[in-house]
């Protein structure tokens, strides 16, 4: 037990190095070249994210975590899997390279049909990795696996900013995607002594695609609730303002995605541990929703206040225009991460139907209220996104109500107390634009008066969620 619990707490441990490698690296990178590049070129190539994505789940179809899953896996599913992924990565690249011409189209852009087809040509590179990559996950070495993700993303990074400051533009960007997606299988491979062999077996492929549908349906609706805002805007706004968008949208994932991934990570590891006594898994969630709101709503709300001076001092003035779409992904950042530690808890309870249901409907919201109010301008549109993340949140809440005991009366306890202190930090904050005038001196300022005052007001009112935290990764 304590060797799996060394284990486990190791597995959290790179696993958090390697997310916060990633983001503190894809951060730098990435205010260097928008200040170096303009919206509109960020805005070129912002489209082909979700087909990038899409191809790339369908490509390793599930079948990585089939792997993972199979404690007895043999030498020939190991080689079916590799060649099934290889496969069907190379068959993707040629359809999405047939209909790169039908997206430059839609896009309204002739030069998009060639920078479409070459930064798909990812696709077929990241297919080569992911044994190397299940591998190193099944035995653990979570250090091997950071190593490679953290280590493509320099040399990819370091790729975009000397092409930037050439003067290639929007070709940097396809550049650091296919350098980033080469780069990263090429040191899997070196860091993995396996080695593939022609066998391929259509049994295993059978049996490993029975246990992934679920998985990748329930993937592609996450993938097109993320992506498909970005892709779809493509046809109704200019691509200054779809830059915008898209550096606005990266902004948020910045602020969210290393705390909802490594603190979700933690949370997934204690409730596997109580999945067997519903009291004190429901308790342990509880404390999960309370720690996870105390972090991140002064977080997105300090963000909401400070994103016009941040812009400003860190990314220039052109950036302006991407402000209001801050703003409300922040608002959209705060329900997506308590309906994904739901969804964790479902998971870990053996409901990944009804997740996977919610993730469907997540996507078909998205969908529908993005045609309904596009016409209305995108600060609708993205308004409208909001509320269908309120909306499965409303679901996520009854259902974890019905099956995990976690009542409203007591979800709306865990997570209203901190949804006011942060909206009452950010009111008393937001009034220093009124008498400081300098972007830079009223970034510091209002950042170091919200810090203070969140902490001053978690004091006063007694709130001990530094303690639950601190507990949370103790108990692993």
């Not at 429901?282 to 016009?308: H, T, Y």
């Not at 950042?447 to 978690?458: E, K, N, P, R, S």
């Amino acid at each position: 037990m304590s060797d799996l619990k060394q284990s486990t707490t190791k597995a959290i441990l790179w696993s958090a190095l390697d997310k916060a490698g990633q983001q503190g690296l894809q951060l730098v990178v990435g205010i260097v070249t928008m200040r170096l590049l303009a919206p509109e070129q960020f805005g070129m190539i912002a489209p082909l994210t979700l087909f990038v994505a899409i191809a790339n789940i369908l490509s390793e179809g599930g079948l990585s975590v089939a792997l993972i899953r199979k404690t007895d896996a043999s030498e020939r599913d190991y080689n079916t899997v590799f060649w099934f992924n290889f496969g069907l990565g190379a068959i993707f690249y040629l359809v999405l390279f047939a209909l790169s011409p039908w997206i430059a189209w839609y896009k309204e852009s002739a030069e998009l049909t060639a920078i479409a087809r070459v930064e798909f040509l990812s696709v077929v590179f990241s297919s080569l990795g992911l044994i190397q990559s299940t591998l190193l996950i099944k035995q653990s070495n979570f250090r091997h696996l950071a190593r490679a993700n953290v280590l493509s993303v320099f040399i990819s990074g370091v790729a975009v900013v000397v092409l930037a400051l050439l003067g290639y533009g929007v070709w940097a960007l396809v550049a650091q995607i296919l350098i980033q997606s080469v780069s990263k299988t090429l040191i899997l491979w070196m860091l993995s002594a396996w080695r593939p062999r022609l066998i391929f077996s259509w049994a295993s492929a059978r049996e490993m695609l029975g246990f992934s549908s679920k998985l990748i349906a329930g993937s592609l609706a996450n993938t097109v609730s993320a992506n498909f805002y970005t892709t779809a805007l493509g046809r109704y706004v200019s691509q200054a303002q779809l830059g915008a968008y898209d550096r606005a949208n990266k902004i948020k994932e910045t602020a969210t995605g290393f705390l909802s991934h490594t603190f979700g990570n933690a949370i997934v590891v204690m409730l596997a541990q109580l999945q067997d006594q519903p009291e004190r898994f429901r308790e342990a969630f509880r404390k999960s929703q309370r720690s996870i709101s105390f972090l991140l709503f002064p977080a997105l709300v300090g963000l909401i206040v400070v994103a016009q001076p941040m812009v400003e001092v860190v990314l220039t003035a052109k950036w302006l225009p991407s402000v209001p779409y801050i703003r409300l992904l922040c608002l959209s950042g705060m329900v997506a991460t308590l309906n994904n530690m739901h969804g964790r808890a479902l998971k870990v309870k053996g409901r990944s139907d009804i997740t996977l249901a919610l993730d469907i409907t997540d996507a078909l919201l998205l969908i529908a209220f993005l045609y309904a109010t596009i016409r209305y301008g995108l600060q609708v549109a993205i308004l409208s996104d909001v509320a269908a993340k309120i909306l499965v949140f409303i679901s996520y809440g009854t259902v974890s109500s019905r099956i995990l005991g976690y009542r409203w009366v007591d979800q709306l306890r865990d997570v209203l107390p901190y949804t006011a202190l942060a909206v009452g930090m950010g009111a008393a904050i937001w009034p220093l634009g009124l008498v400081i005038t300098s972007p830079l001196y009223l970034l510091i300022s209002q950042l170091a008066a919200g810090i203070a005052l969140y902490l001053a007001l978690t004091r006063l009112f007694g709130m001990k969620e530094w303690a639950d935290i601190r507990q949370i990764f103790r108990k692993l």
